[in-house]
């Protein structure tokens, strides 16, 4: 069954559900997102009903914001218990402690954050909410300096909350040592018998060492192939501790030059956010990850990637960083903007008046044109605005 809830959903999940017949849970926030009353709708007492008897029937949110809905009427439901473990970023690094004993973390109130001297810390380090999304109030300290900035930053006046507190809470922040490697996004699920089932993983792309920014996730066969090995076993072994099965996840690692993977984070009960990575191979390939997750099959990625070995795929985030105030803002050309990749293959709009995103592209470049992804990642995106 889906979960469905602010802030998007796209067309692409919607013909999935109802292609495929999926039953979706009709709370308030789902009837008022989609309107199409041709969906398997089912009543909120008919899906705890379900999910009280089936304790392993597969559920799938498209968003954080539909998780608090199971807080709130399965709160002692096992499941309840998994998402908090893996909400909270704290909670989480002390259940993978054993596995990464020298790890070092701290919990912070953000009303602490002003009075902590940079003397008492170790650089580098990141400090982030414990219950966060969408790099917001995430930054990159290497030295004093950066923490005097952080802590301008990082000032309740300054932190304005788009989402609600089960997604994004600015009350507590995490301060964890840098973890060094580039930087992977994975789509997956644990299958009915507790496997990895591994269904996208994408490379983040950042401009600089510094850059926290959500712009470029790309992927491609190689990619996929290269990784699927080490880190089917480092998030099974995560798995088999918590008994997880028929539980899709959207997790964040980084690999280090000598292969070892070390955790950022793991989202539950979902892939990326916004329908983005969840949708980009659906999109680009016709692989449909929604569809694997509720089959409990495994991609081919053979067949999947056949005959395009040589390209890559990558879901581009229009963040608004531009530096102009959305209520100065008249539109944004977007089929300027599309003339820049060699094959933009979906452009989705958003309402900046709503949410800091201007919206996604979903892009096929060949491998070797390393140009195109790069240039996306440093622009400000200026040139694309019609002011008012």
């Given at each position: 069954?889906?979960?469905?809830?602010?802030?998007?959903?796209?067309?692409?999940?919607?013909?999935?559900?109802?292609?495929?017949?999926?039953?979706?849970?009709?709370?308030?926030?789902?009837?008022?997102?989609?309107?199409?009353?041709?969906?398997?709708?089912?009543?909120?007492?008919?899906?705890?009903?379900?999910?009280?008897?089936?304790?392993?029937?597969?559920?799938?949110?498209?968003?954080?914001?539909?998780?608090?809905?199971?807080?709130?009427?399965?709160?002692?439901?096992?499941?309840?218990?998994?998402?908090?473990?893996?909400?909270?970023?704290?909670?989480?690094?002390?259940?993978?402690?054993?596995?990464?004993?020298?790890?070092?973390?701290?919990?912070?109130?953000?009303?602490?954050?002003?009075?902590?001297?940079?003397?008492?810390?170790?650089?580098?380090?990141?400090?982030?909410?414990?219950?966060?999304?969408?790099?917001?109030?995430?930054?990159?300290?290497?030295?004093?300096?950066?923490?005097?900035?952080?802590?301008?930053?990082?000032?309740?006046?300054?932190?304005?909350?788009?989402?609600?507190?089960?997604?994004?809470?600015?009350?507590?922040?995490?301060?964890?040592?840098?973890?060094?490697?580039?930087?992977?996004?994975?789509?997956?699920?644990?299958?009915?018998?507790?496997?990895?089932?591994?269904?996208?993983?994408?490379?983040?792309?950042?401009?600089?060492?510094?850059?926290?920014?959500?712009?470029?996730?790309?992927?491609?066969?190689?990619?996929?192939?290269?990784h699927q090995s080490g880190i089917e076993g480092f998030l099974g072994n995560i798995g088999h501790q918590l008994n997880l099965k028929k539980f899709?996840?959207?997790?964040?690692?980084?690999?280090?030059?000598?292969?070892?993977?070390?955790?950022?984070?793991?989202?539950?009960?979902?892939?990326?956010?916004?329908?983005?990575?969840?949708?980009?191979?659906?999109?680009?390939?016709?692989?449909?990850?929604?569809?694997?997750?509720?089959?409990?099959?495994?991609?081919?990625?053979?067949?999947?990637?056949?005959?395009?070995?040589?390209?890559?795929?990558?879901?581009?985030?229009?963040?608004?960083?531009?530096?102009?105030?959305?209520?100065d803002i008249e539109a944004f050309n977007y089929s300027k903007l599309a003339n820049h990749f060699e094959n933009p293959m979906l452009v989705r709009?958003?309402?900046?008046?709503?949410?800091?995103?201007?919206?996604?592209?979903?892009?096929?470049?060949?491998?070797?044109?390393?140009?195109?992804?790069?240039?996306i990642l440093k622009d400000d995106l200026k040139k694309y605005l019609i002011l008012k």
């Amino acid at each position: 069954m889906y979960l469905l809830d602010k802030p998007f959903v796209s067309d692409f999940l919607i013909q999935t559900i109802k292609e495929k017949r999926y039953k979706v849970v009709a709370t308030k926030a789902a009837k008022k997102l989609v309107s199409d009353e041709a969906l398997e709708w089912i009543s909120e007492e008919e899906a705890l009903m379900i999910l009280k008897k089936y304790p392993t029937e597969p559920i799938y949110s498209n968003s954080e914001n539909a998780l608090s809905w199971i807080t709130q009427h399965l709160n002692e439901h096992e499941l309840a218990k998994q998402i908090d473990l893996f909400k909270d970023k704290v909670k989480f690094r002390a259940f993978t402690k054993h596995l990464f004993p020298d790890f070092y973390f701290e919990q912070i109130k953000l009303e602490d954050i002003q009075k902590r001297s940079p003397e008492s810390l170790s650089f580098p380090l990141v400090i982030k909410p414990s219950i966060g999304f969408f790099s917001i109030g995430v930054h990159i300290v290497t030295n004093e300096q950066d923490w005097v900035q952080a802590q301008d930053k990082l000032k309740p006046e300054k932190l304005q909350n788009l989402f609600p507190a089960n997604v994004l809470n600015t009350n507590h922040f995490i301060i964890e040592e840098f973890i060094e490697g580039e930087e992977y996004a994975v789509d997956y699920y644990y299958n009915d018998a507790g496997e990895v089932v591994l269904l996208n993983v994408m490379h983040h792309l950042f401009s600089s060492g510094k850059d926290t920014s959500d712009r470029v996730y790309t992927t491609s066969k190689e990619i996929i192939t290269k990784h699927q090995s080490g880190i089917e076993g480092f998030l099974g072994n995560i798995g088999h501790q918590l008994n997880l099965k028929k539980f899709p996840a959207h997790a964040e690692v980084r690999i280090d030059a000598s292969g070892k993977i070390v955790p950022i984070e793991i989202n539950p009960l979902r892939f990326g956010g916004w329908c983005t990575t969840g949708d980009l191979l659906g999109v680009t390939l016709g692989f449909n990850s929604y569809q694997c997750f509720f089959e409990n099959k495994r991609p081919d990625w053979e067949t999947i990637f056949e005959g395009k070995e040589d390209k890559k795929y990558s879901v581009v985030i229009l963040d608004n960083s531009t530096g102009v105030a959305p209520t100065d803002i008249e539109a944004f050309n977007y089929s300027k903007l599309a003339n820049h990749f060699e094959n933009p293959m979906l452009v989705r709009k958003l309402d900046i008046d709503e949410y800091p995103i201007f919206g996604f592209v979903f892009a096929e470049t060949l491998a070797n044109n390393t140009q195109e992804l790069t240039h996306i990642l440093k622009d400000d995106l200026k040139k694309y605005l019609i002011l008012k």
